[in-house]
């Protein structure tokens, strides 16, 4: 268990990229910033303490800046957690709970899970809870140790609120920013085979029941190919499986080339693809199967040693009619296809009519 929440946690950590130490670089620019203002705002508001305290917070944000610079990650966490705490509990004290210096310590719940793995992170903020919490009720109990006028107070008060309310949303904008690519990411993962960069052969089923859906509702013709390369297993076996794959991959740009953007081509197995048509009969789907199976084998294939390869493609094609489900559709594709090999390969053969 502990060492599945370490594993979790180290995961976590590698996974935090370069994008999230930039945010906390500008995190410090910023912290720096509003702290330079805050040195002026104090002298002119009479509380030199608190002008003061705010050059040490600077010093701080400027060595945490440098530090994530040096990729000293852990150091600068550390200085910005330390100044935020420090300096929200001695404005407080200093010039009381109304100066709403404690907001900055409610920025830490999203950081510390962002920062953390999971356990130490809910450590983290029960003990952040405890310090708020200890916090409020110390100042039921103390004056403030130098007091401000209220009119003073109700600035600074509004003047901190909205700098957290900016930094939550700029927070909350990068959260929503790695979400959205991590799921785009996710998406392309489930979708796309990644040796051909065309779609799975999940999408690729999926793909095809909807326009067999669609093909229910509106009557446009769909059409089938199922297109297998020609004697793959010898061609990994004299130019080797590393070439075989870079075959594999060429494929997948030359076929999609060939055919209109609306025509969907799916990895289906090993060297083996299908090709979805909409709006096409077979006759308009046995041209583009004929285009596909030229610009392949006339292709220039050339091996490592300098050799041109012959590279040639069966295809198999059917065209979809009302009785039809995925399955029937492909497999009269799948019969043509054999025939094609049966035949002597390099060609395109469509379903066999009916009687
Ligand atoms: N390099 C590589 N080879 C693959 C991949 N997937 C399947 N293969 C190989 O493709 C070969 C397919 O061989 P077979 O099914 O016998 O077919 P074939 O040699 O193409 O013969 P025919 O289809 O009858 O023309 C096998 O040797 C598989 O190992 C892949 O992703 N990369």
């Known amino acids: 268990m502990d060492s599945n929440n370490n594993m979790s946690g180290s995961r976590q950590k590698s996974e935090r990229g370069p994008q999230f130490w930039k945010i906390a670089r500008v995190t410090c620019q910023l912290a720096g910033t509003v702290d330079i203002a805050f040195f002026f705002m104090f002298h002119f508001l009479g509380s030199p303490i608190l002008a003061w305290i705010n050059v040490v917070s600077v010093a701080m944000y400027v060595a945490a800046y440098y530090a994530l610079k040096r990729k000293q990650n852990r150091f600068a966490v550390r200085l910005i957690w330390i100044e935020v705490i420090v300096h929200s509990a001695l404005g407080t004290v200093i010039i009381g709970w109304g ?29 952040l809870w405890g310090y708020y ?19 003073a107070l109700l600035g600074v008060h509004l003047f901190n609120l909205s700098v957290v309310f900016g930094m939550f949303s700029y927070l909350a904008y990068f959260y929503l920013g790695m979400v959205l690519s991590a799921q785009h990411k996710l998406r392309r993962l489930a979708t796309v085979d990644s040796l051909t960069r065309l779609f799975n052969r999940r999408q690729g089923s999926f793909l095809a029941e909807k326009e067999i859906s669609r093909f229910r509702r509106s009557g446009q013709p769909v059409a089938f190919m199922l297109l297998d390369v020609d004697h793959f297993k010898t061609i990994n076996d004299r130019y080797g499986h590393e070439m075989g794959d870079r075959i594999l991959a060429e494929i997948g740009k030359l076929i999609p080339a060939q055919l209109r953007t609306q025509d969907l081509v799916a990895r289906w197995g090993g060297e083996e693809f299908l090709i979805i048509l909409p709006g ?9 199967a004929e285009r596909v199976r030229e610009a392949l084998s006339s292709h220039d294939w050339k091996a490592a040693t300098g050799i041109t390869m012959t590279v040639t493609v069966s295809v198999g094609v059917s065209e979809l009619c009302k009785s039809d ?31």
Do not use: C
Not at 137 to 149: A, D, G, K, T, Y
Not at 330 to 344: E, P
């Open 99 to 127: 100066s709403g210096f404690h907001y900055y310590l409610l920025m830490f719940i999203p950081v510390l899970f962002m920062t953390m793995p999971l356990r130490s992170a809910v450590f983290s903020l029960i003990g």
């Open 133 to 151: 919490i200890g916090l409020d009720v110390l100042m039921w109990f103390m004056e403030p140790v130098q007091p401000i006028s209220s009119g």
């Open 280 to 288: 096409s009969d077979i006759d308009s789907a046995m041209v583009s």
């Open 325 to 355: 489900n995925m399955a029937s559709v492909i497999s009269r594709a799948d019969q043509a296809l054999y025939r094609g090999k049966a035949g002597g390969r390099n060609r395109v053969e469509p379903e066999e009519v009916s009687a």
